[in-house]
């Protein structure tokens, strides 16, 4: 499967953006889907993550209650909303498919990646 995120942007401190990540060739309904993002000379890490059905989602302690990711099954697209952003969410945000059920927090456990998207937020 191949898979497109896009949404990134300039947005102020406190602002709103959302992010998407439209998957084709193959299948997106059957699987996890997660966001991660990888800051200016830093590791990529762990953002969020949504059950194949979209019953049940986890977040990173740094995003948790300003964050929500979501999707639709029907649309092959997931979603990343992100309010009152901060400048350390400055980021390449990247979706990615887990590649069987479970919760992963961890890039190696996700088979499918989008190219990202970048979000700058400034103070």
């Known amino acids: 499967v191949q898979l497109q995120a896009s949404g990134g942007g300039l947005v102020q401190a406190g602002g709103s953006l959302r992010l998407s990540c439209v998957a084709s060739g193959g299948t997106f309904s059957n699987r996890p889907m997660a966001w991660f993002r990888q800051a200016p000379w830093k590791e990529r890490e762990f953002v969020a993550w949504?059950?194949?059905?979209?019953?049940?989602?986890y977040y990173a302690d740094s995003v948790k209650g300003r964050f929500t990711i979501s999707r639709d099954n029907a649309k092959n697209t997931a979603y990343l909303q992100m309010n009152s952003l901060k400048p350390e969410d400055t980021a390449v945000y990247y979706c990615?498919?887990?590649?069987?059920?479970?919760?992963?927090?961890?890039?190696?456990?996700?088979?499918?990646w989008g190219q990202g998207t970048l979000v700058t937020v400034s103070s």
């Open positions: 949504i059950r194949w059905d979209g019953s049940s989602q």
């Open positions: 990615a498919k887990a590649a069987i059920n479970g919760l992963w927090v961890r890039e190696r456990e996700y088979s499918s």
